[in-house]
């Protein structure tokens, strides 16, 4: 089937039509940056032991991720995956609090009550993951059911990986909100491998995206390690939602460049597989543009790449000095009480 | 006050509740121009329009997942299930996102599911379950199930208002079945208080659901022996009214515990262990259990009758807590 295949993003005016100016391309690749500095960190914390549990990286996702996020407006609210920690980032989450988060503590969006990346801040319009994926679907169809009863011009994001896409839920999400037209969007991180299933094992098609067609609403492909053209497909899906004109699949295609999670040597990956994606690194990728495009000097990329540092050793230090949770507080928030209600999320 | 039936009592709530709260909005199959497959809704898309009363495709996980982003964006979703039966398809959603979405993320779900549930016109297995247990296990959902349409208007009120996923299991064979003497106006009925829906001091019988009635006719029967059994409504089961139960144990000190549900597993269990635990130097007798066979509910009008509890179960039951 012929699905739209996106074509990769060239000069900076094309850039600049896409609604983006200098400042937003240097702060795409900070936040790019502090996305991956955030993983690698919290890896080392792992194999240190200062986070329990599991550890979970995007690694290869940070343009997909950081794209579709920048492409959001600020009443706008998304579903963000485990290897999504860019549109944390992008929305604003202070990266002390994802790494209290990692390491269980008070301070960490969940409190201690749930771990690595199922968290968000839902003053900054994310709702957090579950494991059962892509169960954040519906939800997201909901949030724009919301949107829709009450005419409001904003949209919701629902993010799924391939693997999560053979599961019911996404069918059921993507049908309805094509019946109803829903301010949509609908992201699919394929990183061509569910744990150690490889896509031909997850689906017979061509595209993911394809399926949008059977839906009512389009679908496009587009290269995730390219985060300007994921930005750019991003916001004209967005853009179009708000706008009444219904829902949007978009795949970005990657590579997940780690195992499942950090325990997973990922030994089933072809390695001509990895030296391939390897060579379109999304953060190297934007970096070379930068240069050849936007004029990035040596002095900016110093300047920003001490300051992501900075900010990861700051973030460290913060983080650490959060106590862990109180014990006293087990269950506090099994239910919810009256006064819970309309907090300034829920508007 | 107004003489309705069980099922005009619930509908006569959701309309109330659309009416006083723009937020309110009910999302279910053939819950539209139909009316719902009972006609709790009927008449409601012309009053509301068909974006508060929304017709959705047959997708119990995007209907009730769906409820769950309504509710996070500030709205009051109501949704219904066809049967019961059907919310096997959102187990997963409820148990997975919604019933430890405050838990995590401090963000309340306040959505209602209506559950038409229950058995005694052939449904057969599928359309006849009593599911309010599995859902007990699962911390995070509040459980109502009521027996007269005082209380189902009251409660379903109450259930809207409440901040967290509330399960609302409508018993159909109450329906029309059962007319009660219903205020006009919108009142709530608070969770975790049981209703003494007939006074008796012999003993208890812990019930809740259509069994209410099953045990309140079985319980007038006994009294022409001068056997006076309380019938001890739950109304909710999370939370359940553990303090009035035991007050009616002390009180009575022998204790029949009955549910329409299957047996092992019932809710009724954890009554019995709770008694156990926490009265067992009051009681008289051993905690008695009378629910449904653990097997599936069956069609046949011969088999249905002796799969659900019946009045002389009830009857039989009591008579031997009487002699013990």
């Known amino acids: 089937m012929a699905v739209r295949e996106a074509e990769p993003v060239s000069s900076f005016q094309e850039v600049k039509e896409a609604g983006l100016d200098r400042e937003d391309l240097l702060a795409i690749f900070r936040n790019m940056l502090i996305t991956r500095a955030i993983e690698e960190r919290g890896h080392i914390l792992y194999k240190q032991g200062k986070i329990p549990g599991s550890f979970y990286t995007g690694r290869g996702n940070e343009g997909a991720a950081v794209g579709v996020a920048m492409a959001m407006g600020p009443n706008d609210v998304g579903t963000p995956l485990h290897r999504d920690m860019g549109v944390h980032v992008t929305r604003g989450v202070e990266p002390w609090r994802i790494f209290a988060q990692y390491m269980g503590r008070e301070d960490g969006p969940t409190r201690g009550r749930d771990g690595n990346v199922h968290m968000a801040i839902p003053e900054l319009g994310l709702h957090p993951m579950v494991s059962h994926l892509p169960a954040m679907l519906p939800v997201a169809t909901g949030m724009a059911l919301a949107f829709k009863i009450r005419g409001e011009r904003r949209v919701a994001v629902g993010w799924f990986g391939e693997g999560s896409a053979a599961r019911g839920d996404a069918h059921e999400s993507m049908n309805f909100a094509g019946v109803r037209q829903l301010p949509v969007v609908f992201v699919c991180d394929n990183n061509q491998w569910a744990y150690s299933t490889p896509t031909y094992l997850s689906y017979a098609g061509e595209h993911i995206a394809d399926r949008a067609a059977a839906y009512g609403f389009d679908g496009v492909v587009v290269d995730g390690t390219d985060v300007l053209a994921v930005y750019r497909e991003a916001r004209r899906a967005i853009e179009k939602a708000r706008d009444g004109g219904g829902p949007t699949l978009i795949e970005c295609l990657t590579l997940r460049m780690e195992g499942h999670a950090v325990h997973d040597d990922a030994f089933y990956v072809p390695k001509e597989m990895f030296e391939q994606w390897a060579a379109q690194d999304p953060i190297e990728r934007f970096r070379s543009w930068l240069y050849d495009n936007a004029e990035m000097t040596d002095d900016e990329e110093g300047e920003i790449t001490s300051a992501v540092k900075r900010i990861l050793n700051d973030a460290l230090e913060r983080a650490d000095a959060s106590p862990l949770p109180d014990p006293s507080s087990l269950a506090d928030s099994v239910f919810a009480s009256p006064e819970d209600l309309d907090t300034p999320h829920h508007k | ?324």
Request: glycine fraction near 8%.
């Open chain 2, 1 to 324: 006050m107004a003489e309705m039936t069980y099922i005009q009592a619930i509908s006569d709530a959701l309309r109330l509740e659309m009416r006083r709260d723009p937020r309110v909005f009910l999302i279910g199959e053939d819950v539209g121009v139909y009316g719902g497959a009972f006609k709790v809704s009927l008449g409601f898309q012309e009053e509301f329009g068909p974006w508060r009363v929304l017709d959705a495709p047959l997708s119990e996980t995007a209907i009730v997942g769906g409820a769950t982003g309504a509710a996070l964006m500030g709205l009051r979703p109501v949704a219904e299930m066809q049967f019961a039966d059907f919310i096997s398809c959102a187990w997963d959603h409820l148990v997975t996102v919604a019933a430890k979405q405050f838990f995590r993320g401090f963000t309340p779900v306040p959505i209602v599911v209506r559950l038409p549930s229950g058995g005694g016109f052939s449904g057969g297995p599928f359309h006849s379950q009593n599911p309010e247990s599995s859902f007990a296990h699962i911390p995070g959902l509040k459980i109502v199930c009521p027996a007269t349409p005082h209380d189902a208007k009251g409660l379903l009120a109450a259930a809207i208002e409440d901040p967290n996923p509330v399960l609302f299991f409508e018993h159909k064979h109450l329906y029309r079945r059962i007319k009660g003497e219903v205020p006009e106006d919108r009142y709530t009925v608070p969770f975790g208080y049981a209703n003494v829906h007939r006074p008796g001091d012999d003993a208890t019988i812990v019930t809740w659901g259509a069994m209410v009635h099953t045990a309140t006719e079985a319980a007038d029967e006994l009294a022409k022996e001068g056997f006076e059994a309380e019938v001890l409504d739950l109304r909710t089961l999370i939370p359940w009214d553990k303090e009035r139960v035991l007050e009616g144990v002390q009180r009575c000190s022998k204790v029949l515990v009955l549910h329409e549900d299957t047996r092992t597993g019932g809710f009724g269990a954890e009554i019995a262990a709770t008694i156990a635990e926490e009265a067992f130097e009051h009681l008289d007798a051993p905690v008695m259990r009378l629910a449904a066979p653990d097997m599936p509910v069956p069609y046949a009008p011969s088999l249905e009758k002796a799969f659900l509890p019946q009045v002389e179960d009830v009857v039989t039951s009591l008579r031997e807590l009487a002699a013990y």
